[in-house]
Each structure stands twice: as C-alpha cells, then as structure tokens.
C-alpha cells in the first residue's frame, strides 16, 4: 500500500484525522486571494495539515471581499475551510523567525505573494533548501519566474485577458468575463496536482523540489481548444454568448414562456433525432443548409429561428422532455438557488455542514469523496485563532 513519508519530526494538530491519505503532511501556507487558498483548501480535504500565515488585524483580503455568508465573505469560506490561522508580523524579526521554525516542521511550502517577496523575507526555495533538502516549495504567480513579464502584477482577470479568453466570450462584439476566478481556479489545481506528484516523488527519493505555477501557463493550457482551432494564424473562435463556438445547435433556446432550456447536439445520429422527434421536422435532417456540423454552425442564425419558432408553443418542462425522450442532452438554465436546491446533489447526499466563527453553514463534499467520514472537513478559521496554540507547540 502506498504511504506518504514525513521526513521531519511533523506538528500534530491536536484534532487532525490520522486515516486520510495525506495525514501527517503539514503545510505551511502564505496566501491570499483564491489561487493558494484553493490549492490548500483541497490539500486540507485529503488530510493535511494546513497552517495559514495571514498578517495582524487585516489577515489574507479575501476576508473583506463580501459579506454574504452571515457577514463572512463567500469566496473566503469556499477556499479556507479545515485550515488553521496564526498572525504573523514578518516585518518582525521575532515573527519571520517563528515562520522560519515552522518551515523547519513543514512538509510543503505554498506562497502567492508578490513577485520577489519570499527571497527578500529569506524563505525562498534557495534559501531553505540547504537547510531543508526534503521541503517542497510551490510559488504561484502571475507569469512564473522568467521572462520579461516576471515582474508584472497579475489578478484573475488580467490573466483571462492575456490568456486570450476574454476573444471567445461574451456576445455582439462585447467580451465578457468568465463568472468565477477561472485563472486563479486553474493555478490552484495546478498547484495541488503538482504538490501531490511532489509527495509522491519525495517518497521515492526522499527530496523535496520547487514548483513554479503561472497563472498564465495554466490558463493558455486550458485555452488550448481555442488555441488549435486558429492554428496557422486561422480565425479564432467567434464569441458566441453560451452557445458553443463550433459545435451547433449547442447552447441556450427560449420557449414559449420565456424560460430557457439548453441543448446540446454532438453528432449526426443526435441532429436526426432532434429534428425528427423534437422539433417534428424529419426533412430538416438533410436540409443542405444544416446537414453536418461545418454547415449548421456557417448558417447557425437561421437555424436559431427554426428551432425557436418550434419551441415557441411549449413550455421549457415540455421541451425538457421531448429532448430527454429522443436522448437528445440538456439542461435547466439554473441560477444559484437552483443549485442549491439541486435534486440531484440531495439525492446523492453530497451536502454537509462546517463551522464557521458565525455558527455552521453547509457545504458540498469534495467531488471523488464518497462520504463526509472519508475527507476532512473541519471549521473556516477566524484570524489568528490558532496563533497561541501552535507558538506553544513549537516551544514543546
């Protein structure tokens, strides 16, 4: 059975689980935002111990993004849960050398702060290593550590825009940003794929290594689709709203009451049946116009206007099941009370609660986990509630 070594006398959480896979892994995390967070986050999850360096009074500023979660902002209970909290002054000699005693103790080192600020606080990778060769290091940052844009500052949107996302979305010639923190997503998933394959290969070798995660390398690794499309300087994928660029019909359709259904037809034995059994016009099939992929997506805006026209007297749970009865794939075009009241996640039991400071709220299992007992998902930390108990730990 695989196990995961700690090559350094561990600092044992006096609650953490001891049956998870990353049990007895600790890892000591300056961050702030989404990226880190998200990395940890999921670390936490598979058992880690996750000990989260925020700085006095203001803590990690995704503290202060909203207020919607009973006065805690949404997206830092997302990121933050099962972790632990100690304020740190690093521009403190006292404070950098309690910092530089818990890396002694750690097994992963993650940071996402600005460009340069680790090496100038003398806890960059080349400065730990020779002291500490099992350590793993991950740096998240805009670019990565080379190249001329080394130095730029970086936020979420910014990098959607360089990674060219904002090209193929929104509609009428106005781009649109992606809804969520999609390039600070990626990197943390990139980040905590990268640490694990890090474990895994410590474990063989019993040395540490660095990782060096761009938010621009991660989201031009998603982009690649759009990327080959316009292979040989080729035009790229029109904006197209929530209608897929290339693939038609594939997106969103009004019926008679207004309320939108989506669709989606992949292939030509699907494009029959919609036209035969949903839309009840088996002649468009092989309508010249509309009879592969390259043609309808060439004449999509005609197309559009047939499949409205025949949608126009049925209600959207009408036309739901006329799709799902010519096995046909679509979707409710839910807002987010519609996914919190998801039947789906409720019949496979994939809500729980957490604690937070201002009492439990619910949150969703980590997709791939079975059952709450199998993960780890214990309290979002108010700032430096644990400081007083880890600075005791590590005068034991």
Request: hydrophobic residues 40%; proline residues 6%; neutral net charge.
């Amino acid at each position: 059975m695989f196990t995961i070594r700690t090559l350094q006398a561990p600092l044992l959480a006096r609650s953490q689980r001891s049956d998870l896979p990353l049990s007895g892994i600790t890892i000591v995390s300056l961050e702030q935002a989404i990226a880190a967070p998200v990395a940890t986050r999921h670390l936490a999850d598979l058992g880690a111990r996750v000990i989260k360096v925020e700085r006095p009074e203001a803590g990690d500023f995704a503290r202060e993004y909203d207020t919607r979660v009973n006065g805690l902002a949404s997206h830092f209970v997302w990121a933050n849960r099962s972790k632990e909290s100690i304020t740190l002054d690093l521009k403190q000699p006292g404070d950098l050398a309690t910092l530089k005693k818990l890396l002694k103790k750690a097994d992963v080192f993650i940071q996402n702060l600005a460009p340069g600020a680790t090496d100038r606080l003398g806890v960059s990778y080349a400065k730990l290593t020779p002291d500490h060769p099992s350590l793993i290091v991950c740096d998240i940052s805009g670019y990565g550590d080379s190249g001329p844009y080394k130095e730029k500052k970086a936020y979420d949107l910014l990098v959607q825009s360089e990674a060219g996302m904002l090209s193929v979305t929104g509609v009428g010639g106005e781009p649109a940003k992606v809804g969520i923190s999609v390039a600070d997503i990626s990197a943390g998933m990139y980040a905590f794929s990268n640490i694990l394959a890090a474990l895994m290969k410590r474990n063989k070798t019993g040395k540490g290594s660095r990782i060096d995660i761009s938010m621009l390398e991660c989201m031009t690794e998603w982009m690649s689709f759009p990327l080959y499309y316009a292979y040989n300087r080729q035009p790229g994928p029109q904006p197209a709203g929530a209608s897929h660029a290339s693939i038609y019909p594939y997106g969103p359709f009004e019926t008679g009451r207004g309320t939108p259904v989506m669709l989606g037809v992949q292939n030509q034995r699907e494009w029959t049946r919609l036209c035969a059994d949903v839309l009840e016009n088996p002649g468009l099939a092989v309508d010249g116009r509309f009879n592969t992929n390259v043609e309808r997506v060439r004449n999509r805006d005609t197309l559009r206007k047939i499949i409205l026209e025949a949608f126009s007297t049925h209600s959207s749970d009408e036309i739901l099941a006329r799709l799902d009865r010519a096995g046909i794939a679509n979707a409710k075009v839910n807002d987010m009370q519609g996914v919190w009241d998801h039947p789906q996640l409720k019949a496979r039991g994939r809500w729980t609660e957490i604690d937070t400071p201002v009492g439990t709220i619910p949150a969703l299992l980590p997709p791939g986990i079975a059952n709450v007992e199998d993960a780890q998902m214990s309290g979002v930390p108010a700032l430096g509630q644990h400081t007083e108990s880890i600075l005791a730990e590590l005068e034991e």
